[in-house]
């Protein structure tokens, strides 16, 4: 049985709201022989109903989704429908680094015969069709955002000027940016 965290942000989390999340979102797990604590997060923003799941499995992979309507069951049931999406799709890779049958291929593998899955990313490998080169300069953060804005791009690669390792500057849904620091 997984445990759950279940956190709510301008919402209560009632006994029943809890209990639906924890035998939807518990949905993945049959998927799986370990799963750590998933983590739930239910949003209540501007009328829209944000729910944010991490299911952290075996072997340091991060099953993540997040989906908004303007009600919550409703989000809570979309995103389940994302992450088994993400589990069908990645069938094969998962396979592959989840070695010892840690992944029951056999319960994806019957719910593929009711319901065909775009196979489109069920290959072994993903196919890499343009190589771009770049030079990437130093700056200090300030000074790549303002690169990211006047390019229109939502990420920057750029080298800290201090330190010479390459980070990367992004923009947040919420407007605010994110830096992302090479390290080891």
């Given at each position: 049985m997984a445990t759950f965290t279940v956190r709510g942000k301008n919402i209560e989390i009632t006994p029943s709201l809890r209990e639906y999340?924890?035998?939807r979102v518990g949905k993945v797990t049959k998927y799986f022989e370990h799963v750590g604590e998933i983590t739930v997060l239910?949003?209540?923003?501007?009328?829209?109903?944000?729910?944010?799941?991490?299911?952290?499995?075996?072997?340091?992979i991060v099953l993540r989704g997040e989906e908004a309507t303007m009600d919550m069951y409703t989000s809570i049931d979309l995103v389940v429908e994302k992450l088994e999406r993400q589990i069908h799709k990645q069938k094969t890779k998962l396979s592959r680094r989840l070695r010892g049958g840690s992944l029951k291929t056999e319960v994806i593998e019957a719910?593929?015969?009711?319901?065909?899955?775009?196979?489109?990313?069920?290959?072994?490998?993903?196919?890499?069709?343009?190589?771009?080169?770049?030079?990437?300069?130093?700056?200090?953060?300030?000074?790549?955002?303002?690169?990211?804005?006047?390019?229109d791009h939502n990420f920057f690669v750029f080298r800290d000027a201090e330190t010479e390792e390459v980070n990367v500057v992004y923009r947040r849904n919420d407007g605010n940016y994110g830096l992302i620091e090479s390290g080891n």
């Amino acid at each position: 049985m997984a445990t759950f965290t279940v956190r709510g942000k301008n919402i209560e989390i009632t006994p029943s709201l809890r209990e639906y999340v924890e035998k939807r979102v518990g949905k993945v797990t049959k998927y799986f022989e370990h799963v750590g604590e998933i983590t739930v997060l239910l949003t209540v923003s501007k009328g829209r109903h944000i729910v944010e799941v991490t299911v952290p499995i075996q072997g340091g992979i991060v099953l993540r989704g997040e989906e908004a309507t303007m009600d919550m069951y409703t989000s809570i049931d979309l995103v389940v429908e994302k992450l088994e999406r993400q589990i069908h799709k990645q069938k094969t890779k998962l396979s592959r680094r989840l070695r010892g049958g840690s992944l029951k291929t056999e319960v994806i593998e019957a719910q593929e015969k009711e319901h065909p899955v775009d196979q489109r990313d069920a290959s072994p490998e993903y196919p890499v069709v343009k190589t771009k080169r770049f030079v990437v300069k130093p700056m200090d953060v300030q000074e790549a955002i303002m690169q990211m804005n006047l390019l229109d791009h939502n990420f920057f690669v750029f080298r800290d000027a201090e330190t010479e390792e390459v980070n990367v500057v992004y923009r947040r849904n919420d407007g605010n940016y994110g830096l992302i620091e090479s390290g080891n």
